[in-house]
């Protein structure tokens, strides 16, 4: 009973989790901010701002990953949920087929320490790649890159299961490592164990060995399969009496440990000249309110599209190969001047929290009127919410630029298209 309470329990909270996550990219519920606990995201959060509650989404994953183990991964993580689901359709594959989860093997723990060193280091844009979060919220949003990156891990987990999760997923490497820490562990009794080897098999992670009764803590995802199909109740989830063992560090142990630590630092540095490589390289584009600096903007930015999913204007535009982020774009709609949702659901710190009247005081661009191709009608200065454009009779209308937050509006009423605009290397406030 005890298991199949674990078992239906961490479906529900799994499959209700994907549901809010779905309704989440299609504004259904927010400001409810349920991919502040997203791990990537909730640590660069952390980094990028000041304020220790800032910390808490991180310090919620990491309290839970220490007391449940690597829950997370099958619980939290919409890329995790969705290769559950995937495994549940390919389910008549499996029964003909004799492979066991997937082998373990160390890149992912290269990765992360490279990956999460450059995210110290200043910059997310290579870990936004590979990032479970912000690939999901990609695909949903509909960006080629995060489909393919979705048809990809389909393919691995017809043939793989969950080796994403346990070879290549930095964010799974991390929270793998804690979890051999975890208050909560699967363990395998091996009083009743019968040696049928059926927990191996519908693992899905590769985490269980049935030669040896042993489980790999840090790959077990916990999702509870094995628990669900042993008949002989010979595998439980709690604590298991520890037997003292001395402590001996090897030799090849404190090698391996010395070689991470120095590669995080080769990373961090990395991370820091990275990022100052994007900053001179950036084009001269739009930015949503918040974003601050445009170089900080472009080393922040997880790219998972929640913004530009939950838009209202739909002025919030997807990263291209000319914009690697996410930016404002002018040419059908504008940014309304009574609106800041981007800036309230933003997990990540790329873009701060405005309230309204600080982001209707936020200088995103500055409006420039061709007076060769402006008719005079005037209809700019009547839409425009700061009246910061002047039209005296007969003559070209011009704009306060101490006024002007180049939100777009005026341009879409502009019947020639005599307006473009100017964007700010920083945002300011104004008075």
């Known amino acids: 009973m005890k298991n199949k309470i674990l078992v239906y329990g961490r479906l529900l909270v799994a499959i209700s989790f994907f549901i809010l996550c779905g309704l989440a990219f299609f504004g259904k519920i927010y400001p409810l901010k349920i991919f502040d606990i997203q791990f990537v995201s909730a640590l660069q959060s952390?980094?990028?701002?000041?304020?220790?509650?800032?910390?808490?989404?991180?310090?919620?994953?990491?309290?839970?990953?220490?007391?449940?183990?690597?829950?997370?991964?099958?619980?939290?993580?919409?890329?995790?949920?969705?290769?559950?689901?995937?495994?549940?359709?390919?389910k008549p594959f499996y029964k003909k087929s004799r492979q066991y989860g997937c082998r373990h093997f160390p890149f992912a723990y290269w990765g992360a320490v490279?990956?999460?060193?450059?995210?110290?280091?200043?910059?997310?844009?290579?870990?936004?790649?590979?990032?479970?979060?912000?690939?999901?919220?990609?695909?949903?949003?509909?960006?080629?890159?995060?489909?393919?990156?979705?048809?990809?891990?389909?393919?691995?987990?017809?043939?793989?299961?969950?080796?994403?999760?346990?070879?290549?997923?930095p964010v799974g490497a991390v929270i793998g490592f804690m979890a051999r820490f975890s208050f909560f562990k699967v363990h395998i009794n091996e009083d009743k164990c019968k040696m049928c080897g059926l927990c191996a098999k519908v693992c899905p992670c590769g985490a269980i060995d049935a030669k040896t009764n042993q489980?790999?803590?840090?790959?077990?995802?916990?999702?509870?399969?094995?628990?669900?199909?042993?008949?002989?109740?010979?595998?439980?989830?709690?604590?298991?009496?520890?037997?003292?063992?001395?402590?001996?560090?090897?030799?090849?142990?404190?090698?391996?440990?010395?070689?991470?630590?120095?590669?995080?630092?080769?990373?961090?540095?990395?991370?820091?000249?990275?990022?100052?490589?994007?900053?001179?390289?950036?084009?001269?584009?739009?930015?949503?309110?918040?974003?601050?600096?445009?170089?900080?903007?472009?080393?922040?930015?997880?790219?998972?599209?929640?913004?530009?999913?939950?838009?209202p204007m739909k002025v919030i535009k997807s990263a291209t190969d000319a914009v690697a982020f996410v930016h404002l774009d002018y040419q059908k709609s504008y940014c309304d001047f009574n609106c800041h949702k981007c800036s309230e659901i933003c997990p990540s710190g790329a873009l701060r929290h405005l309230t309204l009247a600080q982001k209707q005081k936020t200088k995103l661009a500055t409006a420039v009127i061709d007076e060769d191709i402006c008719v005079k009608c005037g209809l700019c200065s009547v839409k425009c919410p700061r009246a910061a454009i002047i039209k005296e009779v007969g003559q070209v209308p011009w704009v306060r630029f101490e006024e002007c937050i180049g939100c777009g509006a005026c341009a879409q009423v502009c019947p020639v298209k005599a307006i473009s605009f100017e964007p700010v290397s920083e945002q300011i406030y104004l008075s």
């Not at 808490?56 to 309290?63: A, E, G, K, N, Y």
């Not at 110290?120 to 479970?132: A, N, S």
């Open 114 to 169: 490279i990956l999460f060193g450059i995210l110290v280091g200043g910059t997310v844009i290579w870990l936004r790649k590979v990032d479970p979060y912000a690939i999901w919220g990609n695909a949903l949003s509909g960006a080629e890159f995060g489909i393919g990156f979705l048809l990809s891990i389909a393919v691995l987990v017809l043939f793989k299961k969950r080796f994403f999760c346990v070879n290549i997923c």
């Open 215 to 311: 489980v790999n803590h840090e790959t077990c995802i916990k999702c509870f399969k094995c628990l669900a199909h042993c008949h002989h109740g010979a595998i439980y989830y709690g604590r298991k009496k520890s037997v003292s063992v001395p402590f001996n560090l090897k030799r090849r142990q404190l090698l391996f440990s010395g070689l991470m630590v120095a590669t995080l630092g080769v990373a961090f540095k990395g991370g820091i000249d990275l990022s100052k490589r994007v900053a001179q390289k950036l084009k001269r584009v739009i930015i949503p309110a918040g974003g601050g600096k445009i170089q900080d903007f472009a080393n922040r930015c997880l790219n998972c599209n929640l913004c530009v999913k939950n838009c």
């Open 46 to 90: 952390g980094i990028v701002s000041a304020a220790i509650v800032s910390l808490i989404p991180l310090v919620v994953v990491m309290v839970l990953t220490l007391i449940f183990g690597r829950i997370y991964c099958s619980t939290l993580c919409p890329l995790g949920i969705y290769q559950e689901i995937l495994m549940s359709l390919f």
